[in-house]
T-cell receptor, first 113, second 114 residues
Framework: SAVISQKPSRDICQRGTSLTIQCQVD?????MFWYRQQPGQSLTLIAT?????????ESGFVIDKFPISRPNLTFSTLTVSNMSPEDSSIYLC??????????FGQGTRLTVV | AQSVTQLGSHVSVSEGALVLLRCNYS??????LFWYVQYPNQGLQLLLK??????LVKGINGFEAEFKKSETSFHLTKPSAHMSDAAEYFC????????????FGSGTRLSIRP
């Protein structure tokens, strides 16, 4: 199993500002995944973060808007840049274990005003 | 590219009735399939997973799902619904390694009528 600590758990931010979300895992993992869950919607994958290389972004997501860092095998950050109300969402980090089970952080509930 | 389609954004059944939540997948490689549940204002919990072993997979809380390659389906069932089953259910697919991303379906909200 894996225990993921994500912070902040929630924040209210002004439009035009940026927020950095941190994700800490209790074991070393190759890949970390960042998802967005908009209100009442499913999870959409933003990017895959691999330690030592640039993150891989899904269609519709770009590095300038969602820069990601992965300095080591247990930690990653996602920044939501130049925020607008449309960025209001829950952001989750995730890892997949060798048993092919995905574990998720509790999420960061972001409200942009 | 992999994807899953969940038929029915909202399913309502009576307490004690059969629960059937539909999921069809698309994958260019043998898929690994999952069902997750999300209770209101809570995180995701794995219900069950198919990883190329038995095609009938049993999960927690009395749920099970059957992998049918010919139909590209992985429907979730429970013989008798309980009020506590009311939640959002997500079907998901991956290529089956710890380096593989998991792609989620759009979700099905299950409501239980007394």
């Amino acid at each position: 199993s894996a225990v993921i600590s994500q912070k902040p758990s929630r924040d209210i931010c002004q439009r035009g500002t940026s927020l950095t979300i941190q994700c800490q895992v209790d074991s070393q993992v190759t890949m970390m995944f960042w998802y967005r869950q908009q209100p009442g919607q499913s999870l959409t994958l933003i990017a895959t973060a691999n330690q030592g290389s640039e993150a891989t972004y899904e269609s519709g997501f770009v590095i300038d808007k969602f820069p990601i860092s992965r300095p080591n095998l247990t930690f990653s950050t996602l920044t939501v840049s130049n925020m607008s109300p449309e960025d209001s969402s829950i952001y989750l980090c995730s890892v997949v274990t060798g048993m092919l089970e995905a574990f998720f952080g509790q999420g960061t509930r972001l409200t942009v005003v | 590219a992999q994807s899953v389609t969940q038929l029915g954004s909202h399913v309502s059944v009576s307490e004690g009735a059969l629960v059937l939540l539909r999921c069809n997948y698309s994958s260019s490689v043998p898929p690994y399939l999952f069902w997750y549940v999300q209770y209101p204002n809570q995180g995701l919990q794995l219900l069950l997973k198919y990883t190329s072993a038995a095609t009938l997979v049993k999960g927690i809380n009395g749920f099970e799902a059957e992998f049918k390659k010919s139909e590209t389906s992985f429907h979730l069932t429970k013989p008798s619904a309980h009020m506590s089953d009311a939640a959002e259910y997500f079907c998901a697919v991956s290529e089956g390694s710890s380096a593989s991303k998991i792609i989620f379906g759009s979700g099905t909200r299950l409501s239980i009528r007394p």
